[in-house]
């Protein structure tokens, strides 16, 4: 991420700048050493300068191993040590010996840490007793400074490490929280690919429906049309030939045609409703399919006036219907459904009965598919009841408000 990345530069170019300003008061430190010693005792003091250095400058480099700093460490307090045992440079190496000490707060691990720093005040002291025959209260008073600044810094680190903690949850939740839009923004698209899928379904399962129409309408009325059409055209010989076949012919024609004009009504009946309500033309698609590929005997009742159903409605509606089918066949074992449709000024109530084998007082545990269509009636509003179907068999009762999703088309 390049927020992280510009954020670990701003604790790189901090962590330098911390550097560089101890470098300076160091170099100011080796100056004054100069100026007042001489020469051997201020190259030994120098020495002991440098060599801090180095670790200060080294620890982001070949001194990242904590093994090789405590290493280090121990090498520059032996040195101190002895710079101070042998050429009495007291001053500089408590100079040192506090800078050791923060760094053992704010660069060595927890225990490390604690140890080196204990065994440093400890050393110190006695070096002090034994070598400068310091009294108890001044050893005191020095061995609690230095355990005062330990403190000090490692109270730093803690809120250093701290502040680092939170800004990378900070990070972390900035990069969950746009992986979070992202997985939204796909799941809207695929939420409007299945609405668009689900268009798509319905209005085949229409135009499969219309085609089994035009298909009737050829068959029946085409044919009977047809018979019409060879009777009339033979019906001046038979005239000629014998009156009384004559007269069959023409009642007969007459019977077929009436016929046709009974089913060219009752077709254009039902496309009159279907051109109101393309999803009860669904809904008799998915019927038709079903009884074809199941053998399962289905009839289907309309009540009320059917109006333009809306295209969330109509989707409901089959989804419910489909699943109920489902199962009435793998689960019921039903011969036999009977879905009635009632449409009312506000709501559309489906019921679809079985002659299942369930013959229980009270309807069975709803599994994944009963959950999911109730679910979806009361997303959008309605409700869904299971119940028993006496002697046998179970009904499921569907509510849905017509006016809660837009018109189709809109």
């Known amino acids: 991420m390049p927020t992280n990345r510009w954020s670990q530069l701003a604790e790189t170019i901090s962590s330098r700048s911390r550097t560089i300003t101890l470098s300076f008061i160091i170099f100011a430190l080796i100056i004054q050493t100069i100026n007042r010693s001489s020469f051997a005792i201020a190259a030994i ?5 440098v060599a801090y250095l180095v670790l200060i400058w080294s620890s982001d480099g070949w001194l990242m191993d904590y093994r090789k700093r405590a290493a280090a460490v121990i090498l520059i307090w032996l040195l101190l040590a002895a710079a101070w045992i042998g050429f009495d440079t007291y001053k500089t190496s408590n100079i040192l010996i506090f800078c050791l000490i923060a760094y053992n707060a704010l660069r060595l691990p927890g225990s490390l840490s604690i140890l080196f720093t204990a065994a440093i005040i400890v050393l110190d002291a006695a070096i002090w007793f034994f070598m400068e025959r310091v009294s108890i209260d001044v050893i005191f008073m020095y061995s609690v400074v230095h355990g005062g600044m330990y403190g000090f810094f490692w109270g730093a680190r803690m809120r250093r490490e701290s502040n680092a903690i939170k800004q990378q949850h900070y990070q972390e939740l900035r990069v969950m929280h746009t992986q979070l839009e992202q997985t939204h923004r796909a799941l ?61 012919t023409l009642s007969n024609v007459l019977d077929v045609a009436r016929n046709c004009l009974t089913e060219v009504r009752t077709v254009v009946h039902q496309m009159a409703i279907d051109d109101a309500g393309l999803g009860l033309l669904a809904l008799k698609s998915l019927i038709n399919s079903v009884q074809e590929q199941s053998g399962l005997q ?37 011969t036999h459904v009977h879905v009635s449709v009632n449409e009312q000024p506000e709501k559309i109530t489906m019921r679809i009965q079985d002659n299942g084998s369930w013959t229980g007082d009270a309807p069975p545990s709803p599994g994944f598919g009963i959950n999911g269509m109730r679910e979806r009636c009361e997303c959008a509003g309605g409700s869904f009841f299971m119940r028993t179907n006496h002697p046998h068999g179970l009904a499921l009762i569907a509510t849905i408000p017509v006016d809660n999703c837009p018109m189709e088309g809109e």
């Open 45 to 49: 003091e120098t020495l002991c300068f």
């Open 188 to 248: 809207k698209q695929s939420h409007k690919e299945l609405e668009e899928a689900s268009v798509r379904s319905l209005r085949y399962a229409v135009l499969e429906e219309r085609t089994r129409i035009a298909r009737d309408i050829h068959d029946s009325i085409g044919h009977g049309l047809t018979s019409v059409i060879v009777q009339l055209q033979a019906l001046p010989y038979m005239i000629k030939a014998n009156t009384a076949e004559a007269d069959a």
């Open 298 to 334: 289905i009839t289907l009742n309309v009540k009320g006036d059917v109006t333009p159903w809306k295209a969330d409605v109509s989707e409901l509606l089959y989804r419910v219907l489909q699943e109920s089918l489902t199962n009435a066949i793998r689960h019921a074992k039903a």
